[in-house]
T-cell receptor
Framework: AAGVIQSPRHLIKEKRETATLKCYPI?????VYWYQQGPGQDPQFLIS???????DKGSIPDRFSAQQFSDYHSELNMSSLELGDSALYFC?????????????FGSGTQLSVL | AQTVTQSQPEMSVQEAETVTLSCTYD???????LFWYKQPPSRQMILVIR??????QNATENRFSVNFQKAAKSFSLKISDSQLGDAAMYFC?????????????FGKGTHLIIQP
C-alpha cells in the first residue's frame, strides 16, 4: 500500500539559509499535517491543510510557511533558519471520510542547521 | 486546550512479560479519539492502537490492548508477551472528533526497554 512520502530524508543547512520540505500524501487523502519533533521531544503540531486551504495552525514560527497544491502535495518553507530549527519534521495525511481520525505519518525529514 | 500526560519517562520489562504504559488526558470534549503510537529508533511513527471515546469496549490489537477509563480520563496500553521488537518510544495521543483538520496532541512519550 502507498504511504506518505517525504523528501528529502535528510537536509543540512547553514544558519540564515532557507529550506523546503515536501510531502506527498497517500492517494485520496485530502488533509495534510506538519509536525516538528526536536531531539528527545514529542511531536509538536505546526499546521494542517484540508482541500488546499489552511485548516489549523499550531506552534509554527512566522519564518515558516506552508501550502497544499492542487495535487494535494504540501511544502513547508522555512526561512532564516536557526540552530533551534534542527529537528525531525513529519508530514501526516488522512482522508476526510472513512477512517478520517487516523493520521498516517511519513518517515520524516531530518533537518540539521549548522 | 487538550493535554496529554505520560508520567513514565522510561519503563523496562523482561522479554515475554507484560508491561503497562500509563496515559492520562484532560479535555472538556465528550467525543474524541485516543491513540498509541510507537516510534522505534528508525523514528518512523507507527500507529499501534486507537480507541473511540464513545465506545466502552477496550480496543485490542493482537498483543496490544488498552484500558480506557473515560470518567478518569485514563488510557493505558498493555503489551503482553513483550518482544525485543517492541523496544521503542511510545506516545499517547488525543484527537478531537469535532471534524476539520485538527492535529494530534501528543504526550511526552515513554521509552520502553525490553530486557532479553
Amino acid at each position: 500500500a502507498a504511504g506518505v512520502i517525504q523528501s528529502p530524508r535528510h537536509l543540512i543547512k547553514e544558519k540564515r539559509e532557507t529550506a523546503t520540505l515536501k510531502c506527498y500524501p497517500i492517494p485520496r487523502h485530502d488533509t495534510v499535517y506538519w509536525y516538528q519533533q526536536g531531539p528527545g521531544q514529542d511531536p509538536q503540531f505546526l499546521i494542517s491543510f484540508y482541500e488546499k486551504m489552511q485548516s489549523d495552525k499550531g506552534s509554527i514560527p512566522d519564518r515558516f510557511s506552508a501550502q497544499q497544491f492542487s495535487d494535494y502535495h504540501s511544502e513547508l518553507n522555512m526561512s532564516s533558519l536557526e540552530l533551534g530549527d534542527s529537528a525531525l519534521y513529519f508530514c501526516a495525511s488522512s482522508p476526510s471520510v472513512g477512517t478520517n481520525e487516523k493520521l498516517f505519518f511519513g518517515s520524516g525529514t531530518q533537518l540539521s542547521v549548522l | 486546550a487538550q493535554t496529554v500526560t505520560q508520567s513514565q519517562p522510561e519503563m523496562s520489562v523482561q522479554e515475554a512479560e507484560t508491561v503497562t504504559l500509563s496515559c492520562t488526558y484532560d479535555t472538556s470534549e465528550s467525543d474524541y479519539y485516543l491513540f498509541w503510537y510507537k516510534q522505534p529508533p528508525s523514528r518512523q511513527m507507527i500507529l499501534v492502537i486507537r480507541q473511540e471515546a464513545y465506545k466502552q469496549q477496550n480496543a485490542t490489537e493482537n498483543r496490544f490492548s488498552v484500558n480506557f477509563q473515560k470518567a478518569a480520563k485514563s488510557f493505558s496500553l498493555k503489551i503482553s508477551d513483550s518482544q525485543l521488537g517492541d523496544a521503542a518510544m511510545y506516545f499517547c495521543a488525543y484527537r478531537s472528533a469535532r471534524g476539520g483538520a485538527d492535529g494530534l496532541t501528543f504526550g511526552k512519550g515513554t521509552h520502553l526497554i525490553i530486557q532479553p
